[in-house]
């Protein structure tokens, strides 16, 4: 069949609901999947999960019935997380799964993150999903569905892994509508602390704010709930709970680089030093010295859940994170970005310390920063535009390529790259002083205007 092909990234199948990702689309790539598991020598069943945007559920629909028309048996765990889908993975008897998600995307957008065995499934792999796709090649059969529920079996798991909290904690946390309603609070009645939700009604419309704790604008509402409510902390998940947003008891955000520190710095404590810690290019430098000063091996990567996933494995590293605030974790769970895990374990955390996370990172050296920040470029642009500003600045910087060019200017750093999931270049700068931030921001945004795209 026609398929958009540009709805295949790098880590996911991610498109319009209606336009590029539509009811025939999901079919089409559920025969897919069958022949690509028939393909590989795979058999089992196939765990779906769907998160709680309202065009979900018709793409939940066409995917078991693309499955199932190409007999492969179906375990439909409902409208949860997208960490309960990895996690039926290791506890419900299947042989793959896939969860439909937008993640943090727009409520118009929705698609697929599949996983064969507990891998997940990207790049080429993907590429072979919509060649099977153009191809039509599925087998016939059969299948049939069974619903399994695992909410209440996953938080059991999160408590017996996390265990009572050492000290009384009082805490509030945003669930921003998104699939992590369903789950939040039930655990954190299981952590027994004092705890105050915000928007722990799920609507997958997002009616109160986007749910993405990358941006600041969509943590205002946290921020001030800690402040008014006296609170230790609070915590934010996106739209499917696979990243987690963190504010400290002043109402400043700790962004995903300065929470791996305290996740890194407890791993290298209680397991050892000398073991690898994964971060992607868009961390600050005082990350990677904080990794080094606590005795763990700092390896920069690529910016992407399955990509950190594949390289976890291959340096058989305890823990990794993203800017983005995914945040994984093999030492002790699955080795899958868990937003809701990873509160409980921060939580732990904080409790067996006795002090606050603004005390806990108080030694870091200070760093002056940008967030994210995202400039529209078309899919058909980005990735050419990078490569060209790696051969530009390399003219006369040392360039990191390893994801987009981390531009080295010995005192800061710049960074352009593509986003893997949307048409926009992610930019961000660091330096040691506001004055240098403002002049490596200059430079390399008046090249990114030179090239024709709006800043």
Request: glycine share 12%; proline share 4%; hydrophobic share 40%.
């Amino acid at each position: 069949m026609t398929i958009a092909a540009g709805i295949f990234r790098q880590n996911d199948i991610r498109g319009v609901v209606g336009q590029d990702l539509t009811t025939e689309a999901a079919r089409a790539i559920g025969r897919a999947y069958a022949a690509l598991m028939h393909e590989r020598g795979v058999a089992g069943e196939i765990a779906i999960g769907r998160d709680n945007r309202p065009n979900g559920n018709a793409l939940r629909d066409a995917l078991v019935d693309g499955l199932t028309c190409a007999g492969i048996d179906v375990v439909d765990i409902g409208i949860v997380p997208t960490p309960l889908l990895y996690w039926s993975l290791h506890h419900c008897g299947v042989a793959g799964g896939i969860q439909v998600t937008g993640s943090h995307n727009p409520p118009e957008y929705n698609g697929f993150k599949l996983c064969l065995g507990t891998e997940s499934l990207h790049g080429h792999d993907l590429q072979r999903l919509l060649a099977l796709v153009q191809a039509n090649a599925a087998p016939d059969g059969h299948g049939r569905v069974r619903a399994e529920a695992v909410i209440d079996r996953y938080v059991a798991d999160v408590l017996q892994r996390t265990g009572p909290l050492a000290r009384p904690m009082k805490i509030v946390y945003d669930c921003g509508n998104g699939a992590g309603a369903l789950v939040a609070p039930q655990l954190m009645r299981g952590l027994g602390i004092e705890a105050t939700g915000l928007f722990t009604e799920s609507d997958g419309t997002f009616p109160n704010h986007h749910p993405d704790p990358t941006v600041s604008e969509n943590l205002v509402d946290l921020i001030e709930a800690v402040q008014r409510e006296g609170a230790e902390l609070g915590i934010a998940f996106d739209g499917d709970a696979d990243r987690i947003g963190l504010v400290d008891d002043a109402g400043r955000i700790i962004w995903g680089d300065h929470l791996l520190i305290l996740y890194a710095r407890d791993v290298l404590a209680r397991t050892g030093t000398g073991q690898p810690i994964i971060f992607d290019v868009k961390c600050s430098q005082a990350l990677t010295d904080e990794i080094t000063r606590a005795g763990g091996i700092p390896i920069m990567w690529k910016t992407g859940h399955s990509l950190v996933k594949e390289k976890m494995k291959e340096s058989n590293a305890p823990i990794a994170g993203e800017m983005s605030g995914h945040m994984f974790f093999t030492e002790g769970f699955y080795g899958h970005d868990d937003a809701l895990y990873g509160a409980a374990r921060l939580l732990r955390i904080v409790a067996e310390s006795g002090r606050t996370v603004r005390a806990l990172l108080a030694d870091v050296p200070p760093f002056v920063s940008t967030p994210e920040i995202r400039v529209e470029c078309g899919d058909d642009r980005k990735f050419e535009l990078v490569e060209r500003a790696v051969r530009h600045f390399r003219a006369s910087h040392d360039v990191i390529d390893v994801d987009g060019a981390r531009v080295l200017f010995g005192d800061g750093w710049g960074l352009i790259r593509a986003s893997n999931t949307q048409p926009i270049l992610v930019t961000r700068y660091e330096a040691r002083s506001a004055d240098r931030l403002a002049a490596i921001r200059s430079e390399m945004e008046s090249w990114i205007r030179a090239q024709g795209v709006a800043v």
